[in-house]
């Protein structure tokens, strides 16, 4: 993947370009749960030669002796996962995750006893809940570059 994919942290400190992806992954590993709070954390691999932070840079956690997970320090969005062999970036955080398909599931050994039923669980909707989903209004950065963020009249 060679073209230009952009993307940020949920709040808009945080913006980057990268090009050169290499492989969309899901990783099953505890760790990657605690990061995303979440089942597991989905990433793509970065070529750093060919990954430009535009807006900001990530904090770095430590989270063990071989391993830096990068975030927002504003917002809290993961968005890097640093080791001795590169870097791979959150999924989630780009502006079009559908096209980071993940390829291969890592850890598996270690994913929660009951992912694999997860999505044959149904699907529940709401017409109170779809007024609710269309009431909100939205603070978080569009997803697309933009030159000032917040807008000016929001600072």
Known sequence: MSE??????????IR????????????HCRMCQKQ???FFGAFV??????????????????????VKRGFC??????LTYQHPNGVELAI????????????IQVNHHQRLPWIDQLFDKPAFT??????????????QHPDHDTTIWPPEDDQ
């Open 4 to 13: 230009f994919h952009s993307g940020g942290c949920q709040c808009g400190a």
């Open 45 to 66: 691999t970065a070529d750093q030669a060919h990954l430009t932070w535009t807006r900001g840079q990530p904090m770095l956690y430590r989270s063990s002796a071989k």
């Open 16 to 27: 980057f370009q990268a090009s050169k992806l290499g492989r969309p992954s899901i990783c």
């Open 36 to 38: 995303f709070g979440s």
């Open 92 to 103: 989630g955080a780009f502006d079009h995750p559908e096209h980071f398909e993940p390829q």
């Open 126 to 139: 709401s017409p109170d809940m779809e007024a609710f989903f269309a009431s909100i209004e939205s603070f």
């Open 73 to 78: 320090a504003k917002c809290g969005t993961p």
